[in-house]
């Protein structure tokens, strides 16, 4: 047990009971006199052994927020993919598109869990050769029409080696459906460029004009879009720069991909994510 944080004094041990009936919070339906009186907040359940660390984190409110703070007072995003799950095929949507953005972990090499993710957990994808590469894919989110917005936001943690390719961390829609797309370009210094990609009848990539992104440490990437007016990119909070765009793209159809896609070979990342949001 921890109160606070600190770990108190176990002073007795028991056998759970197996339980059918439905999971209730606040009191319980089969007896009127078994109620608690008072405020629950930020109810959260874990299928993994959490060490002091991550219960502190809990209590700060950074479980439930990249930036730390109070979750609660910021507007939801559609897709919030947490990376925190540590077993299974499914990188749940935590966003208000609910469901419907689950992704499924998918590849040749698929990604693995970590718990030492720059918020609790997190997911290192790698890939080998040409076509051996891991992705988690969901739905396809369209920015739509001109004058339209999104905002990315995640921490990326990149590995020294990137494959031969076009290192894609983040891509809507696999081909010439490319809606929009986030990669790195290039590495000097020790330090990789981020380029925006995508389709609108002809292939299309802005990249940001210093190198930025840090091999093997955790940076927070942010980047909004104003579909045919401009980018603006931001890191670690601070704005970077704004490059302006004209015309609108493609719709997606195939998918958006996190790490990968199961599109053109070699077009893969090589290291962590988390706290993936749009």
């Known amino acids: 047990f921890y109160l606070n944080g600190v770990q108190a004094p176990n002073t007795s041990n028991a056998t759970p009971n197996q339980m059918t009936s439905d999971f209730q919070i606040g009191g319980q339906s089969f007896d009127p006199t078994h109620y608690w009186n008072g405020k629950i907040d930020e109810v959260k359940i874990y299928n993994y052994a959490r060490t002091q660390k991550q219960i502190l984190q809990d209590m700060s409110g950074r479980a439930g927020s990249a930036s730390g703070g109070n979750a609660l007072s910021q507007k939801t995003p559609i897709i919030w993919y947490k990376m925190d799950?540590?077993?299974?095929?499914?990188?749940?949507?935590?966003?208000?598109?609910?469901?419907t953005y689950n992704a499924r972990i998918s590849g040749e090499t698929l990604p693995t869990y970590t718990k030492n993710g720059k918020v609790n957990g997190a997911l290192y994808f790698y890939g080998v050769g040409n076509t051996a590469r891991g992705y988690i894919l969901t739905n396809s989110l369209n920015i739509g029409a001109s004058g339209?917005?999104?905002?990315?936001?995640?921490?990326?943690?990149?590995?020294?080696?990137?494959?031969?390719?076009?290192?894609?961390?983040?891509?809507?829609?696999?081909?010439?459906?490319?809606?929009?797309?986030?990669?790195?370009?290039?590495?000097?210094?020790?330090?990789?460029?981020?380029?925006?990609?995508?389709?609108?009848?002809?292939?299309?990539?802005?990249?940001?004009?210093?190198?930025?992104?840090?091999?093997?440490?955790?940076?927070?990437?942010?980047?909004?879009?104003?579909?045919?007016?401009?980018?603006?990119?931001?890191?670690?909070?601070?704005?970077?720069?704004?490059?302006?765009?004209?015309?609108?793209?493609?719709?997606?159809?195939?998918?958006?991909?996190?790490?990968?896609?199961?599109?053109?070979?070699?077009?893969?990342?090589?290291?962590?994510?988390?706290?993936?949001?749009?």
């Open 85 to 99: 799950e540590g077993v299974g095929t499914t990188a749940f949507n935590f966003g208000s598109g609910g469901s």
């Open 148 to 278: 339209n917005q999104l905002t990315f936001s995640l921490w990326i943690k990149p590995d020294s080696t990137q494959n031969a390719g076009q290192p894609f961390f983040l891509r809507n829609g696999l081909g010439a459906d490319q809606n929009y797309a986030l990669r790195l370009n290039g590495v000097s210094g020790g330090k990789y460029k981020l380029t925006v990609d995508r389709y609108t009848g002809s292939w299309e990539g802005t990249t940001n004009t210093n190198y930025l992104i840090p091999i093997s440490q955790w940076s927070h990437i942010g980047v909004v879009l104003t579909e045919g007016v401009n980018w603006k990119y931001y890191l670690n909070g601070k704005y970077i720069e704004t490059i302006n765009v004209a015309g609108t793209a493609v719709t997606a159809t195939s998918g958006l991909s996190i790490g990968g896609h199961s599109g053109a070979w070699s077009q893969y990342f090589n290291g962590y994510l988390d706290e993936v949001k749009i």
